[in-house]
């Protein structure tokens, strides 16, 4: 079979993804073998693949491939989240474009539509993790509104709320008055924001016209003045003592409110005085319940003035603020206004500014099911990786607070609550159970609704790691589940991104030990965020991300995979450039060409064996090993990035530059069969290393012909992962000289402008116990060397280095420039003993030999003798050109 002067990424992917899927490798039902078990975080139905989900999943499906290979039942469960918010959003925007408006049309009418809208555009994200690669057992794939999952939120909810960890209750939350939805702190995006600090004048009641007394508030929302129910200062406050007991007005509509006192006020913000709304500011409205203030909320849900506001009715809350400045500055009651920056928290989903609001909402109890959740990782049941952000997490938990978990829409999982027509409500699964519940506690059951709300989105996907393989327990904590619930969980690892440790993750935790008393996952790998080469973060509106499927277009998937890799540390953020997918591509070439060299000696071979070549391949096979322990030792403590630069430099330094150039035969030579074998063994071997990073090149180099017949499941996909064996140090220590020697006699041609194809005389002075004559082969060969002595003295006029406590001299007799070579000398040695200088002091210093590590103080050594050896031998090279 012929190969392509290069690798075409378009040739392969999609024919070998085919395959794999076809052949039912990605698969998985539950056997003898060890699960390893994967979820995934499910995108948003919405959604389609960005820079983050790129990085997620290309370290997801590296780590099951690996885990596929090394032999174990790899399951990687795929899916999609319903996005409540969001998706609702797209259905109304989608109805608009119809000329429907959502409140013209029935609930059931609006769920047809969404459920039309799911079906067209809810799997485009999965699709496009294909091309990427991602092997998910697609026959799993879950959506959080199945019916069966559907079926377990509600059973979850009511076991829940039977448990007494439910309730319903008047709260304080976050509102979207664009969705007119309660929204989660997670779905809350905080920005600072340029807005204006406006200083209102309120005249303290008593003051006559002719003399009114007035205090300053400052506040950057004078359109809530309207629903201010106090006026509060600190009492510690000297300003404004003579205010105690006294009360003021609210300007433009002259209702009298108290002065109170407290010391949550911060004398020195703003003008020490603070008006208290409480229907309209979390803070205002528990220092209201403290002080038994009324509660006016003077907004409707969509974030217009209501009734209670007395002015500016049906007016945007926005709308409002300009006319409210205008008005008091009218009255001459706006004392000034000056520019402020703030944090403002907008809506994930719609990007409206969020509006704290009290309503009538479902809470959930999370106390009680924190402290085992938190248990879990401060004993090590469940890894944070990076470790750093369990402080994080443990602060989350300690101080967890209940969870609003209704949102005023349709799309989702409907609260299973039934209310009368006296508004009386009973918690139960169906209009029948909920009609037996009424009966049973005396109350009528006439004109049964249910409650309008869904639940959170978060409430479906905390059981995500259970209801995946068997939603039938959750709720049921009793039931023992089904064979796929009992093989695969807990599952392994996941992996997701920091901010959602606590909404996400932490919940998961507590849903999995709340139904299988027992966490979900062993392993929590956090990703950093994807920013660009400037360290913003990449976002649509700034412009600043690619799309992946484009790079993928570009570079290939395995050119992309590597290069979000290569940079990407665990826990950190990742500084992406494109740049990075093109060092992918490049690395995906370089191993086609080392293939193409190897093909090529395959074809024109001669029997037997290069006996010149034992010690390079007894090397290589040992550097592999060497190589392999390194990488398995990051694969285990969740190092991903450093173990693909291992892989790489392994691949493209030892093998590519070094063991090829070491073992080629001649030009237009055939090389000799055990070579040839030799090479296409650690050849198969770094596919299968190779393969997690890269599936689609591997994959294609695995089936070439010069691998002998490969039966159609024998794929690299399943292939054995190779297993690190003992290895040579001495030998390892001794190539590694060995290449320090070529590198410097290469410099010297470098520097003296000596052609490559010149064969040089090189003298060694052994100080050392490197036996430098079994590898006479490799230094001529690689040096170009016309001969190799050993002498016992230096050599006079000689160019020379020294590698280790050995010493080479090349004799170059008309090459070299005696007044060049004294100037390169003179340059060197003046480096040498200013290095030698810094050492000293470091090692002179008692402090630091005495608090530093033992190894760190025994490497600073060795830098001071090899740096005294250099200095000696070059001083003795200088007085040998006798030029001073």
Request: glycine letters at 6%.
């Amino acid at each position: 079979m012929s190969i392509s002067k290069t690798y075409n990424p378009k040739e392969t992917e999609d024919k070998w993804y085919r395959y794999w899927l076809e052949k039912g490798f990605f698969h998985s039902e539950p056997d003898d073998r060890e699960p390893y078990t994967v979820v995934i975080p499910p995108p948003n139905v919405t959604g389609v693949l960005h820079m983050g989900h790129m990085l997620n999943n290309t370290i997801q499906d590296v780590l099951v491939r690996r885990a596929r290979m090394l032999g174990k039942n790899a399951c990687w469960v795929p899916g999609t989240d319903h996005a409540s918010i969001a998706t609702e959003a797209k259905v109304v925007a989608m109805l608009k474009e119809r000329g429907i408006e959502k409140k013209d049309i029935s609930r059931e009418e609006f769920l047809k539509y969404a459920w039309e809208w799911k079906e067209k555009y809810g799997g485009i994200i999965l699709k496009q993790l294909e091309k990427l690669g991602a092997s998910c057992d697609w026959d799993r794939t879950k959506f959080t509104m199945d019916e069966d999952l559907s079926e377990a939120v509600t059973d979850t909810f009511i076991h829940l709320y039977n448990k007494g960890l439910i309730y319903r209750g008047v709260r304080m939350v976050n509102w979207d008055p664009k969705g007119k939805t309660a929204v989660s702190d997670e779905e809350v995006i905080r920005k600072e924001v340029n807005q204006k600090l406006y200083y209102i004048r309120y005249q303290v009641a008593g003051t006559g016209a002719d003399q009114p007394e007035y205090i300053i508030i400052a506040t950057t929302r004078p359109e809530t003045i309207m629903a201010d129910s106090a006026i509060c200062v600190n009492p510690n406050d000297e300003r404004y003592t003579k205010l105690k007991g006294k009360k003021v007005i609210i300007p433009l509509i002259n209702r009298e409110i108290p002065v109170i006192e407290d010391e949550y006020v911060e004398m020195e913000f703003g003008t020490g005085c603070l008006k208290v709304t409480p229907a309209h500011d979390l803070n205002d409205y528990e220092l209201g319940i403290k002080h038994k203030l009324p509660v006016i909320d003077i907004l409707n849900d969509d974030g217009t003035l209501n009734e209670k506001a007395t002015i500016l009715v049906g007016e945007d809350r926005f709308a409002a603020r300009k006319k409210i400045a205008r008005l008091l500055e009218e009255a001459e009651l706006l004392e000034k206004v000056e520019d402020y920056k703030s944090q403002v928290g907008f809506s994930e989903r719609t990007d409206a500014a969020i509006e704290p609001k009290l309503s009538l909402q479902w809470f959930c109890k999370m106390e009680e099911m924190a402290k085992p959740a938190l248990d879990y990782v401060l004993e090590g049941d469940v890894k944070l990786i990076p470790d750093k952000f369990i402080n994080t997490y443990r602060h989350w938990m300690e101080n967890v607070k209940d969870w609003c978990i209704s949102r005023q829409l349709w799309w989702g999982q409907r609260i299973p609550a039934w209310y009368n027509e006296k508004g009386e409500w009973v918690v139960a699964k169906t209009a029948e159970e909920a009609s037996v519940l009424f009966a049973e506690a005396g109350q009528s059951a006439e004109g049964l609704v249910q409650d309008e709300d869904v639940v959170d989105t978060w409430f479906s996907s905390w059981l995500w790691p259970v209801s995946v393989f068997d939603p039938s327990v959750c709720g049921h904590p009793e039931k023992e589940g089904n064979a796929d619930l009992n093989y695969y969980y807990p599952t392994n690892d996941l992996v997701t991104a920091p901010e959602i440790l606590f909404f996400w993750v932490a919940r998961m935790i507590m849903a999995g030990h709340e139904f299988r008393s027992e966490a979900p996952f062993k392993n929590v790998y956090l990703t950093g965020i994807v920013r660009d080469k400037l360290g913003r973060k990449m976002s649509k509106s700034l412009g600043n991300s690619p799309d992946p499927i484009d790079l993928i277009e570009q570079y290939g998937a395995d050119g992309v995979r590597v290069g979000m890799l290569l940079c990407s540390p665990a826990g950190n953020d990742l500084m992406f450039d494109e740049s990075y997918c093109e060092q992918g591509r490049n690395f995906t070439n370089k191993i086609w060409n080392a293939f193409k060299l190897l093909k090529g000696w395959s074809e024109s071979t001669v029997p037997g064996e290069n006996a010149d070549n034992k010690a390079a391949i007894s090397w290589f096979e040992n550097r592999f090993n060497e190589a392999l322990a390194e990488i398995e030792s990051h694969y285990s403590q969740y190092r991903l990035s450093e173990a693909l630069m291992a892989t790489y430099k392994l691949v493209w330094d030892d093998f590519c530059s070094w063991y090829l150039e070491m073992v080629k035969p001649p030009y237009q030579q055939p090389a000799d069969e055990f070579t040839v074998n030799a090479t296409k063994v650690f050849f198969e071997k770094i596919l299968t290393l190779l393969h997690p990073f890269m599936p689609f090149l591997t994959e294609e180099l695995w089936h070439d012909e010069i691998f002998g017949e490969r039966g159609e499941m024998d794929c690299c996909v399943v292939a054995a992962y190779p297993r690190a064996a003992a290895t040579d140090e001495k030998l390892l220590k001794e190539i590694d000289v060995i290449k320090k020697v070529v590198s410097e006699v290469r410099n010297v041609r470098n520097s003296k402008q000596i052609s490559p194809k010149e064969a040089l005389p090189l003298a060694i002075k052994v100080n050392s116990d490197v036996d430098y004559k079994a590898y006479l082969h490799i230094l001529n060969k690689l040096a170009n060397l016309q001969e190799v002595s050993f002498v016992e003295e230096k050599l006079a006029g000689a160019s020379s280095f020294m590698t280790g406590r050995d010493e080479f001299f090349i004799s170059l007799e008309g090459n070299v420039d005696p007044q060049a070579e004294y100037e390169r000398m003179t340059k060197e040695l003046e480096y040498l003993e200013g290095f030698l200088v810094s050492v000293n002091k470091k090692l002179s210093n008692e402090r630091f030999v005495q608090n530093a590590k033992p190894e760190i103080v025994a490497n600073e050594k060795a830098k001071q003798a090899d740096a005294e050896a250099k200095i000696a031998t070059l001083k003795e090279s200088l007085k040998a050109l006798n030029l001073s």
